[in-house]
């Protein structure tokens, strides 16, 4: 790709060196992606640590995401690790085999064996030797709203973690910092509470048909004017379930002879409907502006495969906040790109919606963009709303072309009837119709709570990834060992989080993620921040090689951040 005028747009990943006074490689440089709006001279990126500046005019604010790089030495052990694992689980597997260690795995009967294998041994040898040593990490089951605090039901394991039996104890107000409660709108008391009871006994739980036939309500018209008014659209559809609005909508809205440009992080229900399309698909790099232009230029230049027909729809898929990055979009730049090559644009705000920008409106409300300029606008109403189901805004024509073709729309039952009141009374709150303040202070509370998260946590000396102003925050962990010590430790300290490694994540980048909450006080977070520290010393955790101060940023006054 030759360089052409100056507001040829770059991905611009500065990288700068630690101050540690070692010798100059590969490991101990942070990665920045820093933007700002002074003009700045665009450059060719030489090599992989080189600095890169970036197309500044579309941005309004400074734009900084960290992603520190993996110290070799802790990625050697890491890779040991495994490796130790690896091995020790073909051991395990080989005294399986001959009946010297008790298999719990589900296995073919003697009489299929000429079949077709329907659990494929070495696809299940990760669960069986890897995830279930540290598989007591997940699905505890909660016994309380999943609040800013929550209680859980205590189980214990007698044959390693094949099965659990509760001992009837519950671990009583547990600081949760694992769910996706970003304006702390989970709740059993309220205006959202007594608005869904009021809604049951109008409506009852179940529509019990599809919106096409007799399950469309009035409070279903309403959600959906609601959200289009929110959003700032023409009109939106919404879903009875997040993962189907991706998964089933993309399908109608491409097909053969389409391409799909998607990101490389972009979650399991975008990569679902991607695929369930028919369409080609391409990856680029997370983030990654040079990679994407790349792809359009492509394929505008060669068209399809073979015949080399121009395609007949190019759709970007991105997410407004990246889950297990705690990234966000650069979209600003990603628009520019949609409209210079003529593109579509797929945004899923699934967990920017309502926890960014200073009116909750999403990333685009965050960059301060027109919301016109993307043209299928998704998300979901799971994490900051505090219910279920999901959106999709857009233009009336693209709406009324998916209420007549989309399988999500045409066989899925009906949003249930409280779950849209809910819906509808926290989105009020929010937009602050109704009558208070309440919305406009969850979304101080939230940003304060999380530029406050991120910097105790920088500063102890933990490697923490995504962007300043995102409540998903990754702290990285990276030893497989290491998971399932983390989560339990935490929980002997009363605080509930989430642990995540491979293959949900890179092999050496297992992290536990942190959701930040407008629920969350401040004495909440001093008591998980000393919690973690506590752990992280404990576990040597402290991987960070980076000794200046992050800059403050967000879209809160760093006088009000001070002043608490």
């Known amino acids: 790709m030759t360089e052409s005028s100056a507001n040829k747009l ?99 009967r003697e009489e299929q064996k000429d079949f077709v294998p329907l659990y494929q041994d070495f696809e299940n040898f990760y669960t069986r030797n890897l995830y279930m040593r540290i598989r007591d990490n997940w699905n505890r089951p909660i016994c309380s709203v999943p609040g800013a605090k929550m209680d859980l039901v205590e189980r214990v394991s007698h044959d390693y973690n094949w099965t659990f039996e509760h001992t009837g104890k519950v671990v009583k107000n547990v600081i949760n910092m694992g769910s996706y409660n970003y304006l702390g709108f989970a709740e059993n008391t309220g205006a959202c509470a007594d608005a869904a009871i009021e809604s049951t006994r109008k409506y009852g739980v179940g529509v019990g048909s599809t919106r096409c036939e007799m399950g469309n309500l009035d409070i279903h018209e309403e959600l959906e004017q609601l959200v289009a008014r929110f959003l700032g659209v023409e009109s939106s559809m919404a879903f009875g379930m997040g993962f189907a609005t991706n998964s089933m909508n993309i399908p109608a809205l491409t097909g053969k002879g389409c391409l799909i440009l998607s990101d490389e992080l972009n979650h399991a229900s975008l990569v679902l409907g991607a695929r369930l399309s028919g369409s080609t698909i391409r990856v680029y790099k997370h983030n990654n502006m040079q990679s994407l232009e790349k792809l359009l230029r492509d394929a505008i230049v060669h068209g399809q495969p073979r015949t080399h027909r121009p395609w007949k729809k190019i759709l970007i898929v991105v997410e407004g906040i990246y889950s297990m990055e705690g990234s966000i979009v650069r979209l600003p730049e990603v628009i520019a790109l949609k409209k210079r ?79 849209a009141q809910q819906i509808i009374t926290s989105m009020k709150i929010i937009m602050g119709e109704d009558g208070t303040t309440l919305g406009a202070e969850r979304l101080r509370q939230l940003s304060k709570n999380t ?40 929980l002997k300290r009363n605080i509930g989080t989430v642990v995540v490694g491979f293959p949900a994540t890179p092999i050496i980048e297992s992290r536990a993620r942190f959701c930040v909450s407008a629920a969350h006080t401040r004495e909440m977070l001093d008591t998980a921040l000393e919690a973690i520290s506590e752990v992280g010393d404990l576990l040597q955790l402290k991987y960070s090689r980076r000794e200046q101060p992050l800059p403050s940023l967000g879209w809160v006054a760093e006088e009000s951040l001070l002043q608490d």
């Not at 990625?75 to 690790?81: E, K």
Request: charged share 20%; hydrophobic share 35%.
């Open 10 to 108: 770059l991905n611009g990943d500065a990288c700068h060196r630690t101050t540690n006074g070692r010798k100059s490689t590969k490991n101990g440089f942070v990665k920045n992606h820093c933007l700002f709006q002074q003009q700045q001279k665009y450059r060719r990126p030489r090599g992989k640590n080189q600095n890169v500046t970036h197309n500044s005019s579309l941005y309004k604010k400074p734009f900084l995401e960290s992603f520190e790089e993996t110290p070799l030495l802790v990625a050697v052990l890491t890779y040991m690790g495994y490796g130790i694992l690896t091995i020790f689980g073909y051991l395990r597997d080989f005294l399986r085999n001959w009946n010297i260690e008790n298999c719990h795995v589900a296995q073919e």
């Open 341 to 419: 090559y003529k593109a579509y644009l797929y945004l899923d705000e699934a967990h920017s919606i309502g926890a960014l920008g200073p009116n909750g409106r999403g990333v685009v409300d965050y960059f301060d963009l027109d919301p016109k300029d993307v043209d299928i606008m998704m998300g979901t109403f799971t994490k900051s709303f505090g219910a279920a189901g999901g959106y999709i805004g857009g233009k009336k024509e693209l709406i009324d072309y998916l209420r007549r073709h989309s399988h999500s729309a045409l066989y899925a039952t009906s949003m249930s009837p409280p779950v």
């Open 451 to 490: 530029i406050y998260f991120r910097r105790k946590l920088h500063d102890m000396g933990f490697i923490i990834y995504g962007n300043d102003d995102s409540p998903v925050v990754p702290m990285m962990l990276y030893m497989p060992a290491k998971i399932g010590a983390f989560g339990r430790e935490m």
